[in-house]
């Protein structure tokens, strides 16, 4: 079954650090370039962060750069995102995602595949 | 950055009827790089559209998007019960990629 299943949220105070992980399978993960992607409650969406499919190139919102570090590892076909200096704004549910397309190490960042979410809470 | 706008911010509708969604983009969407996503509460987005008007995978086709430029469209030719949700367009032509803020579409 292709799915996208993340785990790690949970309940952090401002300036703490917290670490989601991203389990993929029923793909080749290794193809695609991944991206995490969060949402407020009740609010819009936002792209935090994006990987290349090789793991060498990152993207990072302005919003979370030189706080969040996004990596993964294709032999076990998973992502992660570690979270550092973590503030209330950070607040949110956090989707790992695949882009609908990715070639010749380009991808369409539209996303045809999301996980469950797993929620952030940073508060004192 | 391109800013999304999407209107009207609610729909109060029946089932059985047509929907349209607007979404306006603050500059050009470059090669028609524009999604629709439809959520429903407690679930991550579900992908409808792609590319403007390409249907995702299993999507039903009573739903349909068009547009180009700076404004696009999300139809629903005929209401079912199961799509009552909120619905996202998002751009992804240009870096950042950036969503509207949502249209919810409910049971009048």
């Known amino acids: 079954e292709v799915q996208l299943l993340e785990s790690g949220g949970g309940l952090v105070q401002p300036g703490g650090s917290l670490r989601l992980s991203c389990a993929a399978s029923g793909f080749t993960f290794s193809s695609y370039g991944m991206a995490w992607v969060r949402q407020v409650p009740g609010k819009g969406l936002e792209r935090v962060s994006t990987i290349s499919g090789s793991g060498d190139r990152t993207y990072y919102a302005d919003s979370v750069k030189g706080r969040f570090t996004i990596t993964r590892d294709n032999s076990k076909n998973t992502l992660d995102l570690q979270m550092n200096s973590l503030r209330a704004e950070d607040t949110a549910v956090y989707y790992c995602?695949?882009?609908?397309?990715?070639?010749?190490?380009?991808?369409?960042?539209?996303?045809?595949?999301w996980g469950r979410g797993t929620l952030v809470t940073v508060s004192s | 950055e391109i800013v999304l706008t999407q209107s009207p911010g609610t729909l109060s509708l029946s089932p059985g009827e047509r929907v349209t969604l607007s979404c306006r983009a603050s500059?050009?969407?470059?090669?028609?790089?524009l999604a629709w996503y439809q959520q429903k509460p407690g679930q991550a987005p579900r992908l409808l559209i792609y590319?403007?008007?390409s249907r995702a995978t299993g999507i039903p086709d009573r739903f349909s998007g068009s547009g180009s430029g700076t404004d696009f469209t999300l139809t629903i030719s005929r209401l079912e019960p199961e799509d009552f949700a909120v619905y996202f367009c998002q751009q992804y032509g240009s870096s950042p990629v950036t969503f509207g803020q949502g249209t919810k579409v409910e049971i009048k």
């Open positions: 590319g403007a008007s």
């Open positions: 995602a695949k882009p609908g397309s990715c070639s010749g190490g380009t991808c369409s960042w539209f996303f045809d595949l």
């Open positions: 500059q050009s969407v470059r090669i028609s790089y």
